[in-house]
Nanobody, 122 residues
C-alpha cells in the first residue's frame, strides 16, 4: 500500500549535516511505522532509527543518539532523518522503510525506498 522515495543524500565533510527525506504514496501512511537503515559497502544493512505511525514514539541506536533525529509529517506523507555532526563511519546507503509496527529488524518492514547515498569525508 505504500511506495517510498528517498532524497537528500550527498557528499559532506565530517562535522556537517544532511536531512534525508522519505516521501510516501498511499492513503494510510500514518498507519505505518517508519524505520531508517543504512548499509556500507561490503557490510550488512543495520538499523539506525524508527518512529511510530503517529510520531509519539521514537528510538535510535547509540552510535547516532544525540546526532540524528527522526521525525515525520503525516500531512505531507513524509518522514525525515536529520543527521548532524556527521562522521566518516556514517558513510552508507540510507534506506527508509515502512512497517506495521516499530521494530529494529529489516525483515519487520514491508515497504522500502530505493536508498540514498551519504558520503562523509574526513
Amino acid at each position: 500500500q505504500v511506495q517510498l522515495v528517498e532524497s537528500g543524500g550527498g557528499l559532506v565533510q565530517a562535522g556537517g549535516s544532511l536531512r534525508l527525506s522519505c516521501a510516501a504514496s498511499g492513503r494510510t501512511f500514518s498507519s505505518y511505522a517508519v524505520g531508517w537503515f543504512r548499509q556500507a559497502p561490503g557490510k550488512e544493512r543495520v538499523f539506525v532509527a524508527m518512529i511510530s505511525g503517529s510520531g509519539d514514539y521514537t528510538y535510535s541506536t547509540d552510535p547516532v543518539k544525540g546526532r540524528f533525529t527522526i521525525s515525520r509529517d503525516n500531512a505531507k506523507n513524509t518522514a525525515y532523518l536529520q543527521m548532524n555532526s556527521l562522521k566518516p563511519e556514517d558513510t552508507a546507503v540510507y534506506y527508509c522503510a515502512a512497517g506495521w509496527t516499530t521494530a529494529t529488524m529489516p525483515n519487520s518492514y514491508m515497504y522500502w525506498g530505493q536508498g540514498t547515498q551519504v558520503t562523509v569525508s574526513s
